[in-house]
């Protein structure tokens, strides 16, 4: 019988009368047997087969694709799991590979292995995301991949053809921020209702409107806004309140996003963030201090941004000139 070439694997017939005796196996590793102090090969087996023919045809193939077939069952979903499993303790963000992965919702129950580019491409496409968030999952896909390569859940070549996704297709449901306009910050300015109270206070602060609803009154004193809950690490901060702004009552979310699209001709919540940053840079306020304020990193500058102390007056400043020209 001809030899198989090396870590080919092997194939041979066993004994008895059974319907499919010939088996094909192919060494995986080998492990420690300390009694006997030597290692101990193990194998996979590929399967049994009627005929010796049809076992070094499974072999082969194997060879040409060596994820087990269980293995090529797992899902987008399976893969993420164990792979998050694995590798969220060694970072310390996690928030944009989760926001990622609900990108990959429409196709997370089908198996990683037979998923084909156009269906990657139709997830995105489909997902109603701009381009920064599309990078993410992009990113996230490279890992889930290289982590199924790894584990011989798919072959190399499904892993190579992520670098073919587009990630530049406009987002069809992108907002265009706006700015409140000067007549609209003195409606909320000179306004009597929680709303009123609510979109200016949200205007001379930069707060988002989540982090707002969230404040407790513990959260508030000494002339301090301390933000514990917010998107990323560096939105958890402590502002100054800028003097003479009152502080208004707690409103659900939803009930703030309703109320101010109707009142305020279509604005969002985040118009008024939008519109802080600018009265911001309007009034002269640096950059560093802006970031700071609003919980944003400076990605073109981060030493700048995690180095830099700046001190408690300049921030009040920024918040008070601001405030004035609100």
């Not at 192919?26 to 102090?37: A, M, V």
């Not at 118009?271 to 802080?276: C, L, P, Q, S």
């Not at 400076?298 to 700046?310: A, E, F, K, M, R």
Request: glycine share 6%; net charge positive.
């Amino acid at each position: 019988m001809k030899r198989m070439p090396n870590n080919f694997g092997t194939i041979y017939k066993l004994s008895g009368s059974r319907r499919r005796p010939w088996i094909a196996r192919k060494l995986c590793g080998k492990i420690p047997d300390h009694e006997k102090k030597r290692m101990v090969p193990q194998y996979v087996t590929i399967g049994y087969y009627k005929t010796r023919t049809e076992a070094l045809a499974a072999l082969a193939a194997h060879n040409a694709d060596p994820s087990d077939p269980k293995l090529r069952r797992k899902t987008v979903a399976d893969v993420y799991d164990a792979w998050s499993a694995e590798h969220f303790p060694k970072v310390k963000e996690t928030l944009h590979y989760v926001a990622a992965y609900k990108v990959l919702s429409g196709i997370s129950d089908r198996p990683i292995a037979d998923l084909k580019l156009d269906d990657l491409q139709w997830a995105m496409n489909n997902s109603g995301k701009n381009k920064p968030t599309l990078e993410n999952v992009k990113m996230l896909l490279n890992q889930l991949y290289k982590y199924a390569v790894i584990h011989e859940i798919c072959v190399q070549q499904k892993a190579d053809m992520i670098k073919y996704l587009d990630v530049g297709k406009k987002n069809p449901n992108k907002i265009e921020r706006r700015i409140f306009a000067p007549e609209e910050r003195a409606a909320a300015r000179g306004g009597t209702d929680l709303l009123d109270r609510i979109t200016f206070f949200l205007l001379c602060t930069g707060l988002r409107v989540g982090e707002f609803s969230n404040l407790r009154e513990s959260d508030i004193h000494d002339g301090l806004i301390s933000i514990r809950e917010a998107k990323t690490k560096a939105g958890v901060r402590t502002i100054p309140l800028p003097h003479g702004l009152e502080v208004p009552e707690r409103m659900k979310v939803v009930d703030i996003r309703s109320g101010m699209k109707a009142k305020y001709h279509g604005h969002t919540p985040h118009d008024t963030r939008h519109t802080f940053t600018t009265l911001a840079v309007q009034a002269g306020i640096d950059q560093r201090i802006i970031d700071a304020l609003v919980g944003h990193v400076q990605s073109d500058n981060l030493s700048l941004s995690v180095y830099t102390h700046i001190p408690p007056e300049a921030m009040q400043d920024a918040m008070d000139r601001i405030f004035k020209i609100c």
